[in-house]
Structures are given as structure tokens and as C-alpha cells.
């Protein structure tokens, strides 16, 4: 096969030339990385979060980010985002629903608003995104919606995690799969990525600190925690033509920390 014929051949399984994509929390860490990978694969990326001076920042440097300063629990914003996104090219090829926020480790610390307002972020918001979005897609519409869960939604990770934020990562998994049984028919397809750990402003602390982050590394099949740009491998395949049969699906990129 010549160097032309597999360029072809990756680009048009992977690329993503011609699709409009909208990423939530795209303002910091993974999902900072998962606008401009997209971008990079050709998509024209709606970037969302509540800092819009570093979403300014993004799309300075990436003509094809758009930036939107949106609070993904406001409806109002939810629905002002899907509009700007629907202006780009009439639809929406890909959502991923990635902002996110930690909650306390400590079951007895967590408050009855506390833990309902981690769960109107980490789980509610990604689901009335996602039926805002499908509300407005034509029929035949080859949407993928990628809700981003993470290994505490899968085992628990005490004395780290927390039981809301646990219950959240769990949550999507189970959204996941029912949106995808629901919207299959239509073409749309929802899959999970559950990443394992990442050194971001959500985890802060994690590994500077010598003892938390030993025991990343301990627990790690590869013996490490994440680096920059490892789930955006997993969010390109799903956002594009090579995962056309993969749906109600969970895709892990822990290192091996859950199959211990
Ligand atoms: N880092 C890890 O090890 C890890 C592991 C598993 C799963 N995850 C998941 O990955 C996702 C991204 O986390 P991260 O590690 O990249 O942390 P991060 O750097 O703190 O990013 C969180 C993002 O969510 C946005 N966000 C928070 N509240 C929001 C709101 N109300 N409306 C809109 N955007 C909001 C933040 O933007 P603004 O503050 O500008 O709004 C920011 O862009 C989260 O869902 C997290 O649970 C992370």
C-alpha cells in the first residue's frame, strides 16, 4: 500500500473534515485537549465553559474553535449553546460532555445541595444537553454523543472520589447505555470514555503530592498516571467513521487501574 493510499485510508476512517463537534469544559485540562484534537482531525469545534477569556485564548490560536461561554447547568445557556453550534454547518455531528467538577471525599462532609448540584453538573447537564441536541437533528442524522464518566464510576477509589461524584460517573454509564438503546434506530450513537488518573486542575494535588501519587502509580498496570493527550486517541475513534457500529459502549483508558 503507497504513503498516499493509508493517508487516504486513515483520513477517511478517522478524519473529521466537514463536522461540526461541541465539547463542554473545554476551557482546562482534558477537555482543552479534546477541542483541539478534534480541531486538529478537522472538525469545527463550539467550545464551551464558563471561563470565556481562556476559551478566547483556545480559539486564538485555533481558527476552527468557536468559543461559547456557557454554564452547562443553565438551560438557558444549554439551549443558546446548541443554536451557535447549529449555525456552523445546520447540525451537530459530535457532543462531548465533559465539564465536570470533583465533590467531597468524605461521605459525611457531603450536604443534600451539595450533592444534588454535583449531580445537576457531572450527570443532568450532559443529559439535557444531549436531548437539546437530538430534539434538533433531522432524521438520518450520524450524531456521536460522548459523555465522559471516569473510574470512580466503575470501583471505588476511597479514601479518593466521593460518594456524589461516584454516583455521577456511575450515572452517565448508565445514561449512556439507555440514550443509546433509545437513539439507535435514529443513527445516533452514545458511547462512555472513563478515564483514569490525569494530572489537571480537577486533580490538583494528586501528583505533587509524593504519597497520592505512589499510589497512583501502584495501582496502575503501567505504572503511571495518565499524560497529556491519552484519552484523545479514545475520543477521535468515537467521534468518528471507525466507531460506525460501536454504541451503549464504555471505553476505559485507565492504564489497567480497573482490571486489577
Ligand atoms: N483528571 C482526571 O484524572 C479525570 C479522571 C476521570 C474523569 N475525569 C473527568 O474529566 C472531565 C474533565 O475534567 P478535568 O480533569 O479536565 O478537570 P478540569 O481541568 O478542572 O476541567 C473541568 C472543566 O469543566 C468546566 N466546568 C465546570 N463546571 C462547569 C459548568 N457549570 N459549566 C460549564 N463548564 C464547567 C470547567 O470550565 P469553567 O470553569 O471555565 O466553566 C473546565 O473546563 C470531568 O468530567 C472529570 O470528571 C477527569
Known amino acids: 500500500m503507497t504513503e498516499s493510499t493509508t493517508a487516504e485510508l486513515l483520513s477517511g476512517m478517522f478524519g473529521l473534515h466537514g463536522k461540526t463537534a ?16 478534534l480541531a486538529a482531525a478537522g472538525a469545527t469545534v463550539v467550545a464551551a465553559a464558563r471561563r470565556l477569556d481562556r476559551l478566547e485564548q483556545l480559539a486564538a490560536d485555533n481558527p476552527t474553535i468557536i468559543p461559547v461561554q456557557c454554564d452547562v447547568t443553565s438551560d438557558t445557556d444549554r439551549q443558546a449553546l446548541i443554536e451557535r453550534a447549529f449555525k456552523v454547518t445546520g447540525t451537530v455531528d459530535i457532543l462531548i460532555n465533559n465539564a465536570g467538577m470533583p465533590g467531597p471525599p468524605d461521605a459525611e462532609q457531603e450536604t ?8 445537576d453538573l457531572n450527570l443532568a447537564a450532559g443529559f439535557h444537553l444531549s436531548t437539546a441536541l437530538t430534539r434538533r437533528l433531522d432524521e438520518g442524522a450520524s450524531t456521536s454523543i460522548i459523555n465522559i464518566s471516569s473510574v470512580i464510576g466503575l470501583v471505588s477509589t476511597a479514601p479518593i472520589g466521593g460518594a456524589s461524584y461516584a454516583a ?16 439507535g434506530r435514529r443513527g445516533i450513537r452514545v ?31 503501567l505504572g503511571r498516571g495518565g499524560q497529556p493527550g491519552e484519552v484523545n486517541g479514545a475520543i477521535v475513534f468515537l467521534a468518528s467513521d471507525a466507531s460506525s457500529y460501536v454504541t451503549g459502549q464504555t471505553l476505559v483508558v485507565d492504564g489497567g487501574w480497573t482490571a486489577r
Open 168 to 183: 455521577s460517573k456511575a450515572g452517565t454509564l448508565g445514561m449512556t447505555r439507555e440514550l443509546a438503546g433509545q437513539w
Open 191 to 221: 458511547n462512555a470514555v472513563v478515564p483514569g488518573w490525569f494530572d489537571t486542575d480537577m486533580t490538583d494535588g494528586l501528583f505533587a503530592n509524593e504519597k497520592s501519587a505512589g499510589w497512583v502509580r501502584r495501582n496502575t498496570m
Open 112 to 119: 443534600a445541595e451539595g450533592f444534588s448540584s454535583l449531580l
Open 22 to 37: 461541541v465539547v463542554t469544559g473545554a476551557s482546562s485540562g482534558l477537555g482543552l485537549g479534546f477541542a483541539t484534537t
